[in-house]
């Protein structure tokens, strides 16, 4: 993007934004998604770590948005109902079977790559790895890990987002990335649960990764 | 410092939230404890590929857009084809301010892009930089009279580490790094983010301007 600077702005108009796609402004209800459809899929991702229907549901959740936005009530709380829209999409779609079982990924080709073929493989497979060591995660640690994760999101605001305090999102994130320490397969991973004492439990069992291998052609 | 203290100490360095005083407790903190510097490098790793699947995932969220005729591709692009303006029942500046991303486009005459080489890598120019010893004195320099002509503010004290790893000669370690300038410019014309044409390129539409107190 040669000679072109990106600014982002902190958007403090967001409600009369969406007072307008309640009221059925088709370009205000674009602009929202388009704000907020990043973070919605690491939302979705949190709640169903799956590649494979990430699409599906965001699309799923964009036609809920579309068709429900004149529902709303308050126009302040419009991320926490997006977010409760996706939340359903993401928990219907695990109660439909869709679903795959913690261990069997699907392979990861859809996954944008860069460089040659290997290059591709290698990164879809670090990917895959990577979600697959954040599904063992508790729910409660997933969601902020990725939101945090996600270009731009900072603890305030999924604090908002979630409704806790923002101590408590750094907390979960901090716990989070030790589980995921733990979990990896070149873990300190006994040395590290006999320091902490009984009571803890890893986050990944040993059979994740073979697992993942078993289901990476 | 308990268990949960250093997680968060280690969380923050990988997230590019620590302060100066932050990276020199942890610094302290593994010359107390080797494994301090085991988890950092593990949780830096951790942190690219989070920050990796994240930016697919953003990727994937980035090709869904509503549908047609709810504010989708098709229709705004139809309406914008048309000459309608976007946004017709919020004032003008205020869909410009909500779309969350403005693009600046600098005039080809202004600015320092202009100057960047644009045809690739044989065409970089040499002679700006001949005088200096080192790429860190260019820099040095570069800050130095960016400062003089209003052009450089400031260059951020928290640098983003990306990844760490053993150095190839065997001695020491890589550190790759993303180090932040922060600059002004003034500019004749702003353009906004007006999403993509009918071959997904991307469209820039001029921002006509709000008065200067609302932005």
Request: one cysteine or more; charged letters at 30%; hydrophobic letters at 40%.
């Amino acid at each position: 993007m040669s000679g072109v600077s990106e600014f982002v702005s902190d958007a403090p108009t967001g409600e009369v934004l969406v007072a307008a796609a309640k009221a059925g402004d088709p370009d205000a209800m674009r602009a929202l998604w388009e704000r907020d459809r990043r973070w919605i899929a690491a939302v979705l991702l949190a709640h169903k770590p799956s590649f494979e229907d990430l699409e599906d549901l965001l699309q799923e959740v964009a036609v809920t948005f579309v068709s429900r936005i004149d529902t709303l009530r308050d126009e302040s709380s419009f991320r926490a109902w997006l977010r409760t829209i996706a939340l359903n999409a993401a928990r219907a779609a695990g109660r439909n079977g869709k679903y795959r079982p913690r261990g069997e990924l699907p392979p990861h080709d859809h996954l944008p790559g860069r460089g040659g073929d290997e290059h591709r493989l290698a990164m879809n497979e670090q990917l895959g790895d990577m979600l697959h060591r954040v599904a063992q995660l508790p729910e409660a640690y997933r969601e902020p890990l990725l939101l945090r994760a996600m270009r731009g999101m900072r603890s305030r605001e999924i604090a908002a987002l979630l409704d806790i305090p923002p101590p408590t999102v750094d907390t979960r994130i901090a716990r989070a990335r030790r589980m995921l320490r733990e979990g990896r397969p070149d873990g300190d991973e006994s040395a590290d649960t006999k320091r902490r004492g009984a009571g803890h439990r890893p986050a990944a069992p040993p059979s994740a990764n073979s697992a993942l291998k078993r289901a990476t052609p | 410092m308990n268990e949960i203290e250093k997680d968060l100490l280690i969380s923050r360095c990988v997230q590019g939230e620590a302060c100066d005083e932050e990276w020199d407790r942890l610094v302290a903190l593994a010359a107390e404890e080797p494994r301090v510097r085991r988890e950092l490098g593990r949780a830096q790793r951790d942190q690219r590929s989070l920050a990796e699947l994240m930016e697919s995932a953003g990727a994937v969220a980035e090709r869904v857009g509503l549908p047609a005729g709810a504010g989708g591709e098709a229709s705004s692009a139809a309406r914008e084809g048309a000459g309608v303006h976007p946004f017709p029942r919020v004032p003008a500046w205020l869909g410009w301010a909500v779309a969350a991303v403005i693009l600046l486009a600098w005039a080809t005459h202004l600015g320092p892009a202009s100057n960047a080489p644009q045809g690739g890598p044989d065409t970089t120019p040499t002679t700006n930089v001949a005088g200096f010893p080192t790429a860190r004195d260019a820099f040095q320099s570069y800050l130095d009279k960016g400062r003089e002509e209003g052009i450089v503010l400031s260059e951020q004290p928290r640098r983003v580490i990306v990844q760490t790893r053993p150095a190839p000669s065997g001695e020491g370690f890589e550190v790759i790094f993303v180090q932040q300038i922060m600059e002004r410019a003034v500019v004749p014309r702003l353009y906004h983010y007006g999403g993509e044409d009918e071959y997904g390129r991307p469209t820039l539409v001029r921002w006509e301007g709000p008065s200067r107190e609302r932005m």
